[in-house]
T-cell receptor, first 114, second 115 residues
């Protein structure tokens, strides 16, 4: 069964600290993996997209890694800011269907305190 | 920020009413999608469209219907709203199929509450 599991479910950190969010998936055949940021009451906004051949990608203070062998990804946030408080969603796409099905994790709810 | 819009942003309505959630995008994308999301849960695909006059049901069974008469417009309709329809509805679009590198751009969502 194709699944995307994220951990932790929620995380509280102090402003300025770093954190790492985890994503494990069983989606096969794999096409790409995306990390989205979703603010409360808003739609998700893409942070990074990685294909099978990419093992790291950065977007400002956000750095995503991908290990396609172990089917694991992480999102590292450096020097957190209050505006980083949001849900971070890991999304994996397969290439086994015409549509290119997206499998969504439930997200990690990050809260940054001053 | 992506040029994809949803109205209304919030809707509270009584049981049995007919509602239409609007979604429009100005990016000229052929592919459009509707997702349903409950608090703390993952997004579920309920409808998608490859282009004008093309609509398909997604993975999650939904009593809603959609239409695609114009490229930029993808409205979702509930003929008779019920409390079980209470959820957040997210519209998205992409230039190519989701399986390719091109990403999906999401609208801000409509928070629907059926009393």
């Amino acid at each position: 069964k194709n699944q995307v599991e994220q951990s932790p479910q929620s995380l509280i950190i102090l402003e300025g600290k770093n954190c790492t969010l985890q994503c494990n998936y069983t989606v096969s055949p794999f096409s790409n993996l995306r990390w989205y940021k979703q603010d409360t009451g808003r739609g998700p906004v893409s942070l990074t997209i990685m294909t099978f051949s990419e093992n790291t990608k950065s977007n400002g203070r956000y750095t995503a890694t991908l290990d396609a062998d172990t089917k694991q990804s992480s999102l590292h946030i450096t020097a957190s800011q209050l505006s980083d408080s949001a849900s971070y969603i890991c999304v994996v796409s397969d290439r086994g269907s015409t549509l290119g099905r997206l499998y969504f994790g439930r997200g990690t709810q990050l809260t940054v305190w001053p | 920020e992506a040029d994809i819009y949803q109205t209304p942003r919030y809707l509270v309505i009584g049981t049995g009413k007919k509602i239409t959630l609007e979604c429009s995008q100005t990016m000229g994308h052929d592919k459009m999608y509707w997702y349903q999301q409950d608090p703390g849960m993952e997004l579920h695909l309920i409808h998608y469209s490859y282009g004008v006059n093309s609509t398909e049901k997604g993975d999650l069974s939904s009593e809603s219907t959609v239409s695609r008469i114009r490229t930029e417009h993808f409205p979702l309709t509930l003929e008779s709203a019920r409390p079980s329809h209470t959820s957040q509805y997210l519209c998205a679009s992409s230039e190519e199929l989701a399986q390719t590198y091109n990403e999906q751009f999401f609208g801000p969502g409509t928070r629907l509450t059926v009393l």
